[in-house]
């Protein structure tokens, strides 16, 4: 492949990889963001259930008890929808993070081609060179010591 070519392939794969890294650092984000979340709730669900149990122990009505209970099992769906949100996270950020990966071989293998495709033209160009200097040296020699052709 052509120098030129090589370069804006580098370019392009650098720019997807930093694209992705993005996306990634944002999908890591989230997922901190949804386990925040869950503690909060974890806590909040851990607090109030003591909070009703010390009402319980100091007497309350059936009906506050029975809306007590209905607001845990609220709680108790919100905590196991925030674990479902985390799990989609979680698989977002391996997909992110599997994209990426892709992103930066995919980069490191154009940049691999380039410098196999310059030691190539270096080693041409020694080559070039060298065969110029043996020409050169042929020629020295030559117009030094004078054929005995004519004899």
Not at 48 to 67: D, V
Not at 92 to 112: A, I, M, N, P, Q
Not at 121 to 149: V, W
Request: glycine share 4%; aromatic share 4%.
């Amino acid at each position: 492949m052509k120098r030129s070519t090589l370069t804006t392939l580098i370019q392009l794969a650098g720019e997807d990889r930093n694209k992705a890294a993005e996306t990634l650092a944002m999908a890591v984000s989230d997922q901190r963001r949804a386990e925040a979340t869950l503690n909060t709730l974890v806590d909040y669900l851990s607090g109030y259930r003591q909070a009703l149990e010390n009402k319980a122990s100091a007497g309350t009505t059936a009906i506050e008890l029975k809306n007590q209970q209905a607001f845990l099992g609220q709680l108790d769906q919100l905590i196991e929808k925030q674990k479902r949100q985390i799990s989609l996270s979680n698989l977002k950020v391996e997909t992110c993070r599997d994209e990426w990966r892709g992103h930066f071989r995919r980069e490191k293998s154009y940049d691999l081609l380039d410098k196999r495709r310059q030691a190539a033209e270096s080693a041409r160009q020694l080559k070039q060179e060298q065969k110029l200097l043996d020409e050169h040296a042929t020629r020295q020699f030559r117009a030094g010591h004078p054929s005995n052709d004519h004899s």
